[in-house]
């Protein structure tokens, strides 16, 4: 018998030593959102820092932060790397708050997922892996941040065929992670990772937990490199 070389077998041999993602350190949501923004898989370095902001700046909610001036709001992301860059994107994203729940910072997310993610691909600035990276780890929503780490990992495995589209990469993630957010959100932090240390544009393979996983041959590599 052929070993199981899916994406789906390799999460499952490997998901119980990864543990889950470092919870929300942040009740509400908008503080969830702004803090996925700003720090991603930082966060738990720097909680007491996004504490802070959401204490003692503008952007305690998201009306605050919609009333600011971008000097204001730059000043208070400054400690935060890009943040002065992200200010006109966080204040975009709290007047689209605004409009789609008010000033309430922890809504029942029950708007429809596929018109969130057209939403907020359309704020200049959010594309739509850091769209669906803030629906998943802010919202619990289930849907896969397709980053390049990880589009590079699943081309190179002939997991996704290239041109990648967004339905075909959403159905092998969720798939593997059985459309479950904690599954999710591990799987996604766990390539993330793993893009960093061995998938960058030169794949360093040996020592890989993905390496058992690998086509015969070695990693497909194509033409113009994910």
Not at 95 to 110: A, E, I, K, N, S
């Amino acid at each position: 018998m052929q070993p199981d070389t899916s994406l789906a077998a390799a999460f499952e041999a490997w998901q119980w030593r990864l543990g889950k993602a470092a919870p929300a350190s942040f009740a509400a949501a908008w503080q969830r959102v702004v803090a996925e923004l700003l720090a991603g898989p930082q966060q738990p370095r720097r909680e007491s820092e996004l504490h802070g902001l959401f204490r003692e700046t503008s952007l305690q909610s998201p009306a605050t932060t919609a009333a600011a001036s971008l000097g204001q709001l730059a000043e208070a992301l400054a400690p935060f790397p890009r943040g002065t860059k992200q200010a006109p994107v966080i204040a975009a994203l709290a007047r689209w708050w605004l409009r789609t729940w008010g000033d309430d910072v922890d809504p029942d997310w029950r708007h429809d997922l596929e018109q969130c993610r057209r939403e907020l691909r359309r704020i200049r600035g959010l594309g739509p892996e850091t769209a669906d990276r803030l629906l998943l780890f802010a919202a619990g929503q289930s849907v896969f941040p397709v980053e390049r780490a990880a589009l590079r990992i699943a081309v190179r495995h002939g997991w996704l065929d290239v041109p990648v589209d967004d339905a075909a990469a959403q159905a092998l993630f969720r798939s593997a992670a059985g459309d479950d957010v904690t599954g999710l959100q591990q799987l996604s932090r766990w390539l993330h990772e793993l893009g960093a240390t061995h998938c960058g544009r030169i794949p360093e393979c040996a020592g890989c937990p993905l390496e058992p996983y690998l086509p015969v041959g070695g990693p497909h590599e194509p033409p113009d490199s994910t």
